[in-house]
Structures are given as structure tokens and as C-alpha cells.
């Protein structure tokens, strides 16, 4: 159990370390939309705001759309995406985009 924990501590710190951007020369941060149950995915964001010190700006899908919101949302993007990482739960929109 721990070391699932730990690897997708890992796994996600990785993501994210790999979608930071600068906004200036000091500061780091990343935006991240989360279809990932919030109670579940806010620690290990959080986490890895304290092991990085990147700034994780989060955009969670309500309860009602979850993962088909944000999918929508980055299709509509397309051309000018504002997420660096998309973290989600379901594979058959992961699949669609």
C-alpha cells in the first residue's frame, strides 16, 4: 500500500515537474485539471508543491460532468491550451483527446 502511495506520488511529480513552466525567471508553476476525486488528488498536489515549489494552480471537473468537463473544456482549448497537465481517472476521454 505504501509503496503504491509512493509511486504515484512519484508518477505525478514527474507529470508535473515535466509540464512546469516559468512565468518569470523565479517563479514556477503549473496548471493542472484534475478529474481525479479531489480528497485523493489534493494531497499529492499539495505534496508536490512543498517538494518542488512550483505553484500548482488546480482546476477540478464538478461532480456531475468529472472527467467529460475538462475534456470538453481542452478540446475547446485546442489552440490555445491554458492546462500543462491533465490528470484524469478515465481512459476513454484520455483516449478521445
Known amino acids: 500500500m505504501i509503496r503504491l502511495r509512493i509511486l504515484r506520488v512519484l508518477a505525478v511529480g514527474l507529470t ?6 516559468r512565468a518569470d525567471r523565479n517563479t514556477r508553476e503549473v496548471t493542472v485539471y484534475v478529474s481525479a476525486d479531489r480528497p485523493f488528488s489534493e494531497p499529492i498536489l499539495q505534496e508536490y508543491e512543498r517538494r518542488s515549489g512550483a505553484k500548482v494552480n488546480a482546476v477540478y ?3 456531475e460532468t468529472k472527467s467529460t468537463g475538462l475534456a470538453n473544456r481542452l478540446l475547446a482549448e485546442k489552440a490555445r491550451p491554458h492546462a500543462d497537465v491533465f490528470w484524469s481517472n478515465e481512459p ?3 483516449l478521445v483527446l
Open 92 to 94: 476513454v476521454r484520455t
Open 61 to 63: 471537473d464538478t461532480e
Open 16 to 21: 508535473l515537474f515535466i509540464g512546469c513552466r
